[in-house]
């Protein structure tokens, strides 16, 4: 008797688990269907295909960080090629101010702010985009005890911040230059 249920709870989960996978393969197939895409992940290929990048800050961390993000996306960087569109990064700013403070009026909240200001210039000399400065704000819990962990719990936040704008940049130079193609 004792066989029988366990036979029974065991052929009760098979059966769940194939239930639960015919379920999710018909979400998916529905999702699919109409269209939805994750971010980021869309199939139709961008025009942009080599660009050239300048600085102030030639060798900064912010320039090096584009680079890799658009040699990621199988663009050619700099290459010698005088019908390319041309990147203009002018400017990186960060910046900290606390948002609120504490009984014993000691900060207990930094807003992180993240700005990066580019352009971007077509093969004939013209602007496809003005000067455009992208934003990113951030808010985090300041611990007075734990300096160390503040710092680098700031430095953590900065580079995804970073990391974040870069994407939203080549995203926005990408629709620019797609656009500038029609």
Not at 62 to 91: C, F, I, P, W
Not at 115 to 141: H, K, N
């Amino acid at each position: 008797m004792l066989q029988h249920l366990t036979r029974y709870t065991w052929t009760q989960r098979r059966l769940m688990k194939a239930g639960s996978t015919v379920a999710l393969t018909g979400v998916l197939l529905i999702l699919a269907g109409c269209g939805f895409a994750l971010r980021g992940s869309d199939p139709a290929e961008s025009r942009l295909e080599s660009i050239q990048l300048t600085a102030t800050n030639q060798y900064g961390p912010l320039v090096m960080a584009v680079e890799k993000s658009l040699q990621l996306r199988d663009v050619k960087v700099n290459a010698d090629n005088g019908s390319t569109y041309h990147l203009y990064l002018v400017g990186e700013r960060s910046t900290r101010r606390p948002v609120s403070t504490t009984s014993q009026i000691s900060v207990a909240e930094y807003e992180l702010q993240l700005e990066i200001d580019f352009q971007l210039q077509d093969p004939a000399g013209g602007w496809v985009l003005p000067l455009t400065t992208m934003v990113d704000e951030r808010i985090y819990s300041f611990d007075r005890g734990s300096f160390i962990g503040n710092s680098e719990e700031e430095a953590l936040l900065i580079r995804e911040m970073q990391a974040e704008l870069i994407d939203r940049m080549i995203s926005r130079v990408s629709a620019a230059i797609d656009g500038d193609k029609l």
